[in-house]
């Protein structure tokens, strides 16, 4: 494909590596939840993902709405607590609104992963600085989407989504969380980094990993 298109090749490489890094940083998140949360979100992610790349291993799902549906349920089946179906409705949303294509350009890409972020919205009803995933989520994709309007290709523009993410990341720790476990500990849950948002950045450096090839 194009530097302007992201293939379904990509696209699965784009959750394959999701998966290596949750695996990766398993310990790492879970240590963070471990301080604002139930200690589970490193184990939750790295099963669930385990379960979505054997799910479209076997299955080939030959159009972006077929493999997005297929991670989606297989995340909200597979996940417990919040991750779960927070991440289930991003794919989810992803696949509804990107179709029966086989490739993705920019504004397309960019329309789906917004109508996945919605769904999170909708799902967790978070908002910005409630110290949750939308605090990686949001500024990422608008990166993402001022990186495309600059006239830049897919690969730069998950650059600059991944460094957004990082740093949409980073200024969760200072925050009291507003929503979900970690909200129960009011002040206590400032000075740590929101495993949700980690794991978001880690959700960016895997695409901007899988587009890099262009």
């Given at each position: 494909m194009t530097a302007g298109t992201a293939s379904l090749d990509q696209l699965t490489d784009w959750l394959s590596r999701f998966r290596d890094l949750v695996t990766e940083q398993q310990s790492y998140l879970t240590e963070l939840d471990s301080a604002i949360g139930d200690a589970d979100h490193g184990s939750n992610?790295?099963?669930?993902?385990?379960?979505?790349?054997?799910?479209?291993?076997?299955?080939?799902?030959?159009?972006?709405?077929?493999?997005?549906?297929?991670?989606?349920?297989?995340?909200?089946?597979?996940?417990?607590?919040?991750?779960?179906?927070?991440?289930?409705?991003?794919?989810?949303?992803?696949?509804?609104t990107a179709g029966a294509a086989t490739a993705l350009d920019g504004t397309a890409l960019s329309a789906a992963m917004r109508a996945g972020l919605e769904g999170v919205v909708a799902r967790g009803k978070a908002e910005a600085g409630d110290k949750t995933m939308f605090d990686a989520m949001?500024?990422?994709?608008?990166?993402?989407?001022?990186s495309l309007a600059?006239?830049?290709?897919?690969?730069?523009?998950?650059?600059?989504?991944?460094?957004?993410?990082?740093a949409g990341r980073d200024?969760?720790?200072?925050?009291?969380?507003?929503?979900?476990?970690a909200s129960y500990l009011g002040e206590r849950s400032a000075g740590h980094l929101d495993p949700g948002a980690t794991s978001t950045a880690l959700l960016f450096e895997a695409l901007a990993g899988a587009l890099a090839k262009g």
């Open positions: 992610m790295t099963r669930g993902m385990n379960a979505v790349m054997e799910k479209i291993g076997a299955g080939g799902a030959g159009a972006v709405d077929e493999l997005f549906k297929s991670v989606g349920m297989t995340l909200v089946t597979s996940v417990g607590g919040a991750s779960g179906p927070l991440y289930g409705t991003f794919f989810l949303r992803i696949g509804m949001a500024p990422a994709l608008d990166a993402f989407d001022a600059a006239g830049d290709d897919l690969a730069a523009a998950s650059s600059a989504a991944f460094t957004a993410a990082v200024a969760t720790e200072p925050l009291t969380a507003r929503k979900g476990r």
